[in-house]
């Protein structure tokens, strides 16, 4: 079975790079002040908490030998004072850093979901929306946990490595370099596991990216899934993916629970040299170890290991992270193909001139769609462009409206080239209905003002009857009120389209474009909506693509496109005269009816 866009794994990168890392930072550094008072507080709540082991150490030595009962109180109070610091300083952190890690969150997925916005219809026509939105959320959502509190308790703790070693290293040296000698060993097993787990966590990611991609599909298809009966093999392909994400995911954990057992067996090790060398060497007076030096170097030595393995579980994280980052940045890299040349300034107000001069466009290199298209419209024609399916039609209005840029050529309005004009000034002047009347969830009245948000309700309902949509709308339970699920699965076809072109002409465009506008819209309400759309036409450019040629008999001239280029123009009654590409392709579909 051959493979789709969702069952394919996508690259990896090879080498661990920094770059990642470095970037990420560019995040932290508005919040640079609030890390600084969090990184003071813990510090210090960690230097003063490094003194308590020297409290044990002197009410050993000294205090209990010599009966100071003064001097227990007074070390008991300050290990309360520095405990109860520790606390407040924890409560601070925790707080903030849970502020700090959201915020960089939310202006993380702001930045990658503004980027998508601007991005190109190829983009999203080369691969599966469930891939994308893996990484808006669930990407995202994974550095939570490393921007809250991975990089505050780092820092804490490689400072809390430096204490703790000058601490053990003040009570005694030889005790402290047998403790070291685990560290080597620790750092073996840390490059071991770097690359393995690293790729582990790359895969997983694509896996999870794989079956996102599938599930958004199979949910958006489900329609024709239960029309054909596909479930059983849906459960199949699904059931595939899920395992795959299994496991990769076991495999990644695998690797990551490595490192504790590690730290914790080296741990035990280095401990158990230090308590019996330690008391071997308290029968030698000159050694200068005594029982309150063993219980507080013991104390250093479990704290030792604690922020090692802290350290080992970030760097777990930090891969972790590395690999959702590659994929965000990725994303956020992805170039703008279509945007505001330097220098482009505002689209004046639209008259309604247009002119395609030599325009030649493809979607992939080599494969020319229009090759050295030409033509022009007046302001407030009406033109209708007609031809074969894959033969350019839908591009040329998509040239017009700059989804894409042309590949040679010019395309003016009012004599004015719109790659020199900003999209947003250009666009914001035209209405567009495309082929997918896409709705989204929520009113009715809330889709038809989507174009224009600042209009009354009475314009939309002015709209919409138009259109002729206000009759079936006041049908349904709350009018203009009444909610519309995702994609508008309640709405007929038909339904859809009339609702989407109240849209485009609530806009008020200078130019509109109507892309099989007609195509779902039985006759009768097609007569109707005709009626409507001359009285709206009148003083506009207007672009209609249509398969049926019946609504486009009083455009005022007809391309019939094919071939990459403009075969035939004219009126309706000039072209059946010439007797060739459209006189043919009208005859088809009137034979057609009339059987």
Not at 334 to 354: T, Y
Not at 404 to 418: A, K, R
Not at 560 to 565: E, M, V
Not at 567 to 581: F, I, V
Request: proline share 2%; glycine share 6%.
């Amino acid at each position: 079975m051959a493979r789709n866009k969702y069952d394919v794994d996508e690259v990896l990168e090879d080498k661990f790079d920094l770059n990642q890392l470095k970037r990420l930072a560019g995040y932290l550094r508005p919040y640079k002040i609030q890390m600084g008072i969090v990184l003071f507080l813990m510090l210090s709540a960690s230097a003063l908490g490094m003194l308590i082991p020297k409290f044990v150490m002197s009410v050993m030595d000294v205090c209990i030998p010599e009966k100071d009962m003064k001097g227990i109180w007074i070390y008991a109070a300050y290990t309360i004072l520095i405990a109860l610091y520790t606390c407040v300083s924890l409560r601070i952190k925790i707080k903030m850093m849970t502020g700090v890690g959201q915020n960089i969150i939310h202006q993380l997925r702001s930045d990658i979901f503004t980027h998508l916005q601007e991005l190109p219809f190829s983009y999203y026509d080369e691969r599966p929306h469930g891939k994308i939105q893996v990484r808006v959320v669930n990407y995202v959502n994974n550095l939570s946990d490393l921007l809250s509190n991975g990089i505050i308790n780092t820092v804490t703790d490689l400072c809390n490595l430096i204490f703790i070693i000058f601490f053990m290293l003040s009570i005694n040296v030889r005790l402290t370099l047998i403790c070291l000698c685990g560290l080597p060993l620790l750092t073996a097993v840390i490059i071991f596991l770097k690359k393995r787990q690293r790729r582990a966590w790359q895969i997983q990611s694509n896996k999870q990216s794989n079956l996102n991609a599938y599930i958004a599909e199979s949910i958006n298809g489900i329609r024709v899934t239960q029309s054909f009966v596909r479930e059983n093999e849906n459960q199949g392909i699904f059931n595939r993916l899920s395992d795959g994400y299994r496991q990769a995911w076991m495999r990644a954990v695998k690797y990551n629970f490595v490192m504790g057992p590690s730290v914790d067996i080296i741990s035990a090790v280095t401990t158990g040299f230090i308590y019996v060398l330690g008391i071997a060497w308290m029968s030698d007076a000159g050694s200068g170890i005594t029982v309150g030096v063993l219980i507080a170097f013991t104390a250093y030595i479990s704290r030792f290991w604690q922020p090692i393995n802290t350290l080992a579980s970030f760097y777990n994280s930090l891969l972790t992270a590395i690999s959702y980052l590659e994929r965000i940045f990725e994303t956020i890299d992805e170039p703008v193909q279509i945007k505001d040349k330097q220098g482009a300034g505002e689209m004046p107000l639209i008259r309604g001139d247009v002119e395609f001069k030599d325009v030649t466009f493809s979607y992939e290199d080599g494969v020319e769609i229009l090759k050295k298209i030409s033509f022009q419209v007046k302001k407030g024609q009406t033109v209708a462009i007609v031809g074969p399916t894959g033969a350019g039609k839908t591009t040329i209005v998509n040239l017009l409206s700059r989804f894409y840029n042309v590949d040679s050529g010019e395309v003016l309005i009012d004599g004015i080239n719109i790659e020199d004009v900003t999209i947003k000034s250009l666009r914001s002047q035209m209405g567009v209905m495309m082929q997918d009347s896409f709705i989204f969830s929520g009113t009715i009245m809330d889709n038809i003002r989507y174009g224009n948000d600042i209009v009354s309700d009475e314009d939309v309902i002015r709209a919409a009857k138009t259109v002729c949509a206000h009759d079936f709308i006041m049908e349904m339970e709350d009018g203009y009120q009444t909610q519309v699920n995702e994609r508008g699965s309640r709405l007929s076809a038909g339904q859809r389209q009339l609702i989407s072109f109240a849209r485009a002409l609530l806009a008020d465009p200078r130019i509109l474009i109507l892309d099989e506008a007609t195509s779902s819209i039985d006759t009768e309400t097609e007569i109707l909506l005709q009626r409507g759309l001359d009285r709206l036409l009148e003083g506009r450019t207007s672009f209609i693509i249509a398969h049926r040629l019946s609504t486009i008999k009083n455009a005022d001239f007809i391309m019939y496109i094919d071939q990459g280029g403009i075969r035939e123009m004219g009126s309706h009654e000039e072209l059946l005269a010439k007797q060739g590409d459209y006189y043919k392709l009208y005859m088809s579909q009137y034979d057609f009816l009339q059987r």
